[in-house]
């Protein structure tokens, strides 16, 4: 059994609720704002601990880095379609629907989602890793056709039968889809009127299956 004290306890409880809601990791000002402190070393303080105790790791430089490691423990689980392929880079990867292939994660990930509009991409290229989607990373999406895509989303878009992975933002009436990358090669993809394309969906999280195991239940991150 793993000690905590009154305030780890609340932050990671933090953590816990911000990852059902809105399916990623609080920022450390947003833990900071919840908790009512006005430091935000005393947080980076408490995640230290809480990582020290094994309940979590921390990716460096992203705002959204925190990782909590009992996300897979065992229970319920679920199968999700393999749905297409998409380029992170250029849109070259034509967006075939592909059911053969199947990732099981566990049910808890997908609390308040409906199945009928979850899907898993395949992620080529590097144009988003710096937000944490690495070349032939999947990713787990959600179908949204009921309302407009926030600015910052991280979506797929088909774009001539064609389906790339980008930052969403919009300016005036035009729709950019913006690499987040360490490569300067990447462009943005600026949609007008005229572009033929969808957004097809949001990206909820990443799922990385390590190379060395070959295996369908997959560790998430």
């Known amino acids: 059994m793993v000690q905590l004290t009154k305030f780890q306890k609340k932050v990671l409880a933090i953590i ?3 990852f059902k809601k809105y399916q990623e990791s609080p920022t450390i000002e947003e833990i900071r704002d919840k908790m009512g ?4 070393r005393s947080i980076t303080q408490y995640l230290e601990a809480l990582s020290k105790k094994g309940l979590l790791r921390r990716e460096r430089y992203k705002g959204r880095g925190i ?63 710096e937000a944490g989607i690495e070349d032939g990373d999947y990713v787990l999406v959600e179908r949204i056709v009921d309302r407009e895509y926030e600015m910052g989303d991280t979506v797929v878009a088909i774009i ?17 889809l913006k ?36 295996i369908k239940y997959a560790p998430i991150y």
């Open 37 to 40: 402190l006005s430091s935000s």
């Open 67 to 129: 990782i909590l490691t009992k996300e897979m423990e065992e229970g319920e689980t679920v199968q999700l379609p393999v749905f297409a392929s998409a380029g992170c880079g250029s849109p070259s990867v034509i967006a075939e629907r592909t059911f053969d292939e199947f990732i099981e994660v566990a049910s808890n990930l997908i609390t308040g989602k409906k199945k009928a509009n979850l899907f898993v991409i395949k992620a080529v290229g590097n144009s988003m890793n």
């Open 160 to 176: 001539d039968d064609s389906a790339v992975i980008k930052r969403y933002v919009r300016s005036d009436d035009l729709i950019i």
């Open 16 to 18: 816990e609720q911000h």
């Open 179 to 214: 690499p987040v990358s360490s490569d300067s090669s990447h462009r943005s993809i600026i949609l007008g009127e005229d572009a033929t394309y969808k957004i097809f969906g949001k990206v909820l999280r990443t799922i990385r299956i390590p190379k060395s195991f070959d």
